[in-house]
């Protein structure tokens, strides 16, 4: 008989309902905009709510609710954690992988076992758009989201190694348009 390392999902009866629980699944976008030559990322300051890496920076990102798809998910998260509207951009982008992930992570060694699930784009503006942390769904947990330039990337103590996620989406963007 084949044996396979896992441990199976529980489940729980809630209200009449089966509930699973198993593995989370989280998004995280990279967002980039381009001001002639200069880049732009968008990122954030994780707060004192933050579960974790408090203090340290990161790309938007955040967990998968019931009755959302993942596409729905990385909208929600940038609204509530940067008041960052994709719709503004989409007029704009001139690389996106918005409607389908860029990368998917999946090794159970990675932070509480999370699937992740990331999107990116790059858009050409005149100005960087305006960021709020007024949707915030929990107080304290951004402390605030900046347009990042890319060539600062290095100087700033990062959560998640999302600084790596930062060069592996430029590289991507690379490859697509050499390609």
């Avoid at 933050?50 to 340290?56: Q, V």
């Avoid at 704009?92 to 992740?116: E, T």
């Amino acid at each position: 008989m084949k044996k396979f390392k896992n441990t199976p999902n529980i489940e729980h009866k809630v209200d009449g309902k089966s509930i699973w629980q198993s593995r989370s699944v989280a998004v995280v976008g990279t967002i980039m905009i381009r001001i002639g030559e200069e880049i732009f990322v968008l990122v954030s300051k994780r707060g004192k709510a933050a579960l974790d890496e408090k203090g340290k920076w990161n790309l938007t990102c955040g967990y998968l609710d019931y009755d959302e798809t993942i596409q729905e998910a990385i909208e929600r998260e940038l609204w509530e954690e940067t008041g960052l509207d994709l719709d503004i951009l989409r007029p704009n982008l001139i690389y996106s992988k918005l409607d389908q992930p860029w990368r998917i992570h999946s090794k159970p060694d990675a932070n509480r076992q999370n699937v992740s699930c990331h999107f990116g784009c790059l858009a050409e503006v005149d100005k960087l758009p305006e960021l709020s942390l007024e949707n915030n769904e929990i107080e304290g947990e951004v402390e605030s989201a900046i347009w990042l330039p890319i060539d600062d990337v290095n100087k700033y103590d990062w959560a998640f190694n999302h600084n790596e996620i930062i060069s592996l989406f430029l590289s991507e963007i690379l490859k697509e348009k050499l390609s």
